[in-house]
C-alpha cells in the first residue's frame, strides 16, 4: 500500500538556526498536506499543496512539493521556541496517510 | 463552534473490558476519521466514514468497530480491550476531500 516515509526523526537545533524535515512517498501524490503538532497537543493544518514542483511560504515557513509529485520538504528559517512540535506531512485526499513525523526541539 | 469534540479525555482500562470514545463535530463535514498515535509511530487511520451511515477500514481496524449514525458524530468502540491498544486517540472531520482535517483534542487510554 501507499506509504510515506518522513526524515529526521528528530531534529536539535539551537534557537536561530534553521530546520528542514523530508517527506518522501513510494507512489506519486495528488496533494499533499503539512500538520504541526505542538507538545501535549492535537495536529493542526498549516498548508496543502498541489500542484507539481509549487512552493508556498508562510513567514518563515517555506513547503515544497517535488517536480514529480513524490516528495516534499518543509523549511524553517530561523527557528524559534514558538516552532518546537512534531511536524507531519500527509497525503492525499480521503484518506490521509500519515508520515512518522520530525520531532522539532529548539534550545534557546 | 466548538469544532471538534471527543470523549473521556482519559481513560483507563483493564484487559477484556469494553469501552466507547465518542467523537463529535459542529462543522457539517462530510469525512470523520479515527487515528491512533503511538510514539514514533506517527498517526495511523483505524476507521473512517464518508457520511452518515457509511463506515470504512483504515491501516489497522483490528479490535475497533465504528458507527456512523449521525452526521455529527462518530463512535469508536473497543469490544475486548488490549493492552497494544493504549494509545492516545484523535477524531478528524473534513468537508470533502482534499481539504484540511480538523482534529479534536485526543483521548488518552490506558489498558493494564
Known amino acids: 500500500g501507499q506509504q510515506v516515509m518522513q526524515i529526521p526523526q528528530y531534529q536539535h537545533v539551537q534557537e536561530g538556526e534553521d530546520f528542514t524535515t523530508y517527506c518522501n512517498s513510494s507512489?506519486?501524490?495528488?496533494?499533499i498536506q503539512w500538520y504541526k503538532q505542538r507538545p501535549g497537543g492535537h495536529p493542526v493544518f498549516l498548508i496543502q499543496?498541489?500542484?507539481?514542483?509549487e512552493v508556498k511560504k508562510q513567514k518563515r515557513l517555506t513547503f515544497q512539493f517535488g517536480e514529480a509529485k513524490k516528495n516534499s520538504s518543509l523549511h524553517i528559517t530561523a527557528t524559534q521556541t514558538t516552532d518546537v512540535g512534531t511536524y507531519f506531512c500527509?497525503?492525499?485526499?480521503?484518506?490521509?496517510?500519515f508520515g512518522q513525523g520530525t520531532e522539532l526541539s529548539v534550545k534557546p | 463552534n466548538a469544532g471538534v469534540t471527543q470523549t473521556p479525555k482519559f481513560r483507563v482500562l483493564k484487559t477484556g473490558q469494553s469501552m466507547t470514545l465518542l467523537c463529535a463535530q459542529d462543522?457539517?463535514?462530510?469525512?470523520m476519521y479515527w487515528y491512533r498515535q503511538d510514539p514514533g509511530m506517527g498517526l495511523r487511520l483505524i476507521h473512517y466514514?464518508?457520511?452518515?451511515?457509511?463506515?470504512a477500514k483504515g491501516e489497522v481496524p483490528d479490535g475497533y468497530n465504528v458507527s456512523r449514525l449521525k452526521k455529527q458524530n462518530f463512535l469508536l468502540g473497543l469490544e475486548s480491550a488490549a493492552p497494544s491498544q493504549t494509545s492516545v486517540y484523535f477524531c478528524a472531520s473534513t468537508k470533502t476531500t482534499p481539504y484540511e482535517q480538523y482534529f479534536g483534542p485526543g483521548t488518552r487510554l490506558t489498558v493494564t
Open positions: 499543496l498541489v500542484k507539481s514542483g
Open positions: 507512489t506519486t501524490l495528488s496533494n
Open positions: 462543522m457539517n463535514h462530510e469525512y
Open positions: 466514514s464518508v457520511g452518515e451511515g457509511t463506515t
Open positions: 500527509a497525503g492525499p485526499g480521503g484518506k490521509l496517510i
